[in-house]
């Protein structure tokens, strides 16, 4: 099942089950989208697709696949690196990128696996991660290199927290049609150019673990959004680097979910 976000011409903001089988439309959802069961067969048309969530907190892994971390030259964590991104930098698919009027000059991309949770955790095990989660998303974690590492000293959260920095999309696929997360290719082309490509079982810290080990330190309600960690490939560890312009076309690609495409321009 695929879970959209989207403006209705007549309703405004809603939650809807995306039709396949009738491009640009969903079947509504009244209240929360972690119950399915409140989905009606009131079809409405799509206007415009949003980000599938509107996070109650979004939580980041920094460095979780290996060669990532060799190409900037971090050591293989022993316990997840948690960074927070600011919830208004969310955007949706097909929405632009903005490159900041204040700076930054390096801003980077980064597709990442988005985890979406379903169900209030705390201090669960792996093993019981799974019936937590509700679905999965595409991400990039838009990224302000010369403030995350200069001007903010390794302070990771303002250089990753400008708006439209997290964009997600195109639609949350629920659990029951991804039987191994832990297994997807995932990619990110540039203007056509694949610079990434890779796949999620090189990650360091597995979906389950994730989840587990963030019930550790916090509570994760329903809505909360976890960005899993990005591959090697990210502009910054490029010889020359590779930075976000106006007029590119940055994209996300990842097996079983779909494409998360959006343009960059200038802030005005």
């Known amino acids: 099942m695929k879970i959209v976000r989207f403006v ?4 405004g903001i809603l ?58 030259a971090l050591s293989v964590p022993v316990e997840p690196i948690l960074f927070l991104k600011a919830t208004s930098s969310v955007t949706g698919p097909d929405h632009s990128i903005l490159l900041p009027a204040a700076g930054p000059d390096q801003v980077d991309y980064e597709a990442e696996l988005a985890v979406v949770i379903g169900k209030t955790a705390k201090n669960i095990s792996p093993a019981e991660a799974p019936e937590y989660i509700f679905g999965y998303t595409c ?13 903010q000293k390794d302070q990771w959260a303002r250089g990753k927290s400008f708006d439209t920095f997290c964009p997600l999309g195109p639609w949350i696929v629920t659990k029951d049609e991804i039987e191994n997360p832990d297994d997807l290719a995932i990619r990110a082309v540039l203007n056509g150019k694949t610079l990434q490509e890779s796949r999620t079982s090189e990650m360091i810290f597995d979906v389950r ?22 591959p090697e490939g990210v502009g910054f560890g490029r010889r ?20 998360l495409s959006n343009r960059v321009i200038a802030e005005s």
């Open 240 to 259: 020359p680097p590779v930075f976000l312009k106006p007029g590119d076309e940055i994209r996300v690609e990842i097996e079983k979910i779909g494409i």
């Open 209 to 230: 673990t994730i989840v587990s080990r963030l019930s550790r330190s916090m509570t994760l309600h329903p809505g909360t959004v976890i960005l899993t960690g990005t």
């Open 8 to 11: 209705s011409k007549k309703r």
């Open 15 to 72: 939650y809807g089950v995306y039709d396949e089988r009738r491009p640009g439309t969903a079947e509504s959802i009244e209240g929360d989208p972690w119950n399915t069961a409140n989905s009606g067969d009131r079809e409405e048309r799509i206007e415009q697709l949003l980000a599938p969530v509107a996070p109650v907190n979004i939580l980041a892994l920094g460095v979780n696949y290996r060669k990532h971390g060799d190409e900037i």
């Open 139 to 151: 991400a990039n974690d838009v990224s302000a290199r010369d403030w995350q590492f200069e001007r």
